[in-house]
């Protein structure tokens, strides 16, 4: 991306938000090639277009339906069909379930509306779009790591991560994919019982309190997943 002007896409239904991102990522050097309120219309952008990083909120109101449409649809498709854009998701739902939800489907990067400013969301573009992964600030269960955090840091040896040995590196790893304690022990020819000390070890030296906020930390820390589970 160096030298290269970032090309975005937004999925964002509220008309003063979309065009106030529009002119903030414009004045940042940035090139916004699609702004759009619903999902149909964005993808067929994303598609003509191939954008570097695409921006979507979760809640889109369509008018004449009672119900709000999900943007997780759209980052579904994403993940499916265009895996070289990368997903950055703003908005104001705080449930960590929903945030484990958008990274499982493969988004790079979640913000909180309602706890960034204007700098801050150009900044998250520029990382995401480097390869980063972002997560919201004030998460109960994360690790002392504040904020945006480059990737290249979190899956290095030091941090958090650096507390683990290589094979809580591995079991961290194989939870992140959804893997469940018969099928790691499978996967790496070690016993049950063995996979339960190591998680056992893992929540000692990282802190959290299920096994749903381990793997969403392992999200946060860039754990490697292995390539099939």
């Not at 003063?16 to 999902?39: D, I, N, W, Y």
């Not at 997780?72 to 265009?82: I, K, N, R």
């Not at 480059?150 to 040896?157: F, G, I, K």
């Not at 194989?174 to 469940?180: H, M, N, S």
């Amino acid at each position: 991306m160096v030298g290269e002007r970032i090309r975005v896409a937004i999925l964002e239904d509220q008309q003063v938000f979309r065009e106030c991102l529009v002119a903030v990522l414009e004045g940042a050097g940035m090139e916004v090639v699609a702004s759009c309120a619903q999902t149909a219309p964005f993808l067929a952008r994303v598609r003509e277009a191939t954008p570097d990083v695409a921006m979507l909120d979760l809640r889109l109101e369509v008018p004449g339906r009672d119900e709000a449409a999900s943007g997780l649809t759209a980052l579904q498709c994403l993940h499916d069909f265009y895996p070289g854009v990368k997903s950055l998701v703003m908005s104001g739902n705080q449930e960590t379930q929903l945030v484990e939800q958008c990274l499982s489907v493969g988004a790079a990067g979640y913000l909180w509306k309602q706890s960034v400013g204007l700098n801050e969301v150009v900044e998250a573009v520029r990382r995401v779009a480097r390869g980063e992964r972002l997560l919201p600030v004030g998460l109960a269960w994360t690790s002392p790591l504040q904020g945006f955090q480059p990737q290249q840091e979190v899956v290095s040896t030091g941090g958090e991560l650096g507390k683990l040995t290589l094979r809580e590196r591995e079991v961290l790893g194989y939870i992140a994919a959804g893997a469940d304690n018969l099928k790691i022990a499978a996967c790496l020819g070690i016993t049950e019982r063995t996979v339960k000390a190591h998680i056992t070890s893992i929540y000692k030296k990282l802190g959290p309190e299920n096994r749903t906020q381990l793997a969403v930390l392992a999200c946060q820390l860039g754990v490697q997943r292995p390539a099939t589970v």
